[in-house]
């Protein structure tokens, strides 16, 4: 085992630094995707129950992404029937698109 080893050394190593730069150019691929994925913006809309006030809900549109979100429009279709769930949270009956 140890002859053939030295006879077949420096192909041996060849192989090796060859599989050793794949993984490294897989990881450096996989590592900028994921970068893009978590710079993506995410915007959200959700309804508050405004500040002092027990009838009132503000729909609050915001950016909870790690860049700036740009060209948003908010459009809406229907009418919106609202109740408070049991732990005071904002519902919503009819389907609204956002």
Request: hydrophobic letters at 50%; glycine letters at 6%.
């Amino acid at each position: 085992m140890l002859a053939w080893l030295n006879e077949n050394g420096a192909a041996v190593s060849t192989l090796m630094a060859i599989a050793t730069a794949i993984v490294a150019v897989l990881a450096l691929r996989q590592t900028a995707r994921d970068s893009a994925d978590r710079s993506r913006p995410m915007v959200l809309a959700e309804f508050r129950r405004a500040v002092n006030s027990d009838r009132t809900v503000d729909l609050v549109i915001r950016n909870a992404g790690a860049s700036m979100a740009r060209d948003v429009h908010v459009t809406f279709d229907g009418s919106w029937d609202i109740w408070w769930g049991s732990r005071g949270e904002a519902a919503v009956e009819s389907p609204i698109v956002v």
